[in-house]
């Protein structure tokens, strides 16, 4: 891991480190004073009557734009009528030309945390799903995420996930392909040179792990990795692995919320059409990003990944 050494006025060494996968400055600046509970960022509780006019609760489905398709529908089930377990809509106010909402569950769920194994894996058909319709269609990258909590950008509570379909990667997927290649992939040596105090657990679906670690030099407090032990590039050809590193991902997010409270927290997959080798980032909003972050590029992360994966790895679950 490449990094440069820089003294401050105190003395203290401060390492910037550069992260493996994106090439992205990080400094951990941990301070002795912050425990669990210190940082400022909360999700915002349910408000009364929240569930009793959300537009992506079974039964409102008139009240969100024309579905595109729906998963776990009984035969004979009409477009926009109950009796579906996951929901693909059209964004209201699409950013992008191709813009859609998947609806995680019929009942009103509020986190991915609550989002059960089962209808994981069909959350991660639908975005398979939607990236076969993208192909055809001659886009060449889906981008799925996830945002949960005012802090992290989402405007409706219920839990649902962001496909945008793009005509090239992301310029954050670009700037990973040439670290991620066959023979020289960053992502396989730090798997396989992962201190085991970060590793926080792992699923196997035959002879296939996908893992969940706190990130080595993530961004921010308690930012979690979650990707498959061997080198795979495209996510969406093996949707129960997918669906097992959601589900890595939820496990993730009920341990933050038992160190922390209901936490903030964006998540995205990152995928390869050519090479590369494909994951999750899960990045907490605990803390805001300022103008190190924003206009230098650097990232000042004050919880080292040892402590982070201490305390999430005692969390009473
Ligand atoms: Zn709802
Ligand atoms: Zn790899
Ligand atoms: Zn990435």
């Known amino acids: 891991m490449a990094s440069a050494d820089s003294t401050n006025e105190h ?106 194994d089962e209808q994981l894996v069909l959350i991660a058909e639908s975005w398979a799903e939607a990236a076969e319709h993208a192909w055809a269609q001659g886009f060449d990258h889906l981008l799925a995420a996830i945002n949960e909590g005012k802090a992290a950008g989402a405007t409706l509570p219920h839990s649902h996930s962001q496909l945008v379909w793009l005509e090239q990667a992301p310029p954050e997927v670009a700037a990973e392909v040439s670290r991620l290649q066959r023979d020289s992939c960053a992502l396989c040596a730090l798997l396989t040179d992962l201190d085991p105090a970060l590793k926080l657990a792992e699923r196997k679906l035959g002879d296939r792990t996908v893992s969940l670690a706190v990130a080595p030099t993530g961004r921010a407090p308690y930012e979690l990795l979650i990707a498959p032990d061997d080198h795979q590039p495209d996510a969406f050809g093996s949707s129960e692995l997918l669906g097992a590193a959601l589900a890595l991902a939820a496990e993730g997010v009920r341990r933050l919320n038992a160190v922390e409270g209901p936490s903030p927290f964006n998540a995205w997959l990152h995928n390869f059409q050519g090479d590369g080798h494909w994951h999750i980032e899960l990045v907490p909003r605990l803390n805001t990003f300022a103008a190190i972050e924003l206009g230098g590029g650097i990232f000042i992360n004050t919880l080292l990944p040892e402590e982070a994966a201490a305390r999430l790895r005692e969390a009473p679950l």
């Open 11 to 116: 003395g203290a060494t401060a390492q910037i480190l550069s992260d493996p996968l994106s090439g992205r400055k990080v400094i951990f600046a941990p301070s002795r004073t912050k425990r669990p509970g210190n940082f400022e960022a909360r999700r915002e509780p349910a408000t009364p009557g929240e569930a009793g006019k959300c537009p992506f609760c079974e039964g409102r489905e008139q009240e969100t734009p024309p579905e595109l398709f729906a998963l776990g529908a009984a035969n004979g089930r009409e477009p926009d009528t109950a009796g579906w377990k996951v929901r693909v809509v059209p964004n209201l106010y699409p950013a992008f030309a191709r813009q859609q909402v998947v609806v995680h569950t019929p009942t009103h769920t509020r986190s991915l945390a609550d989002v059960s």
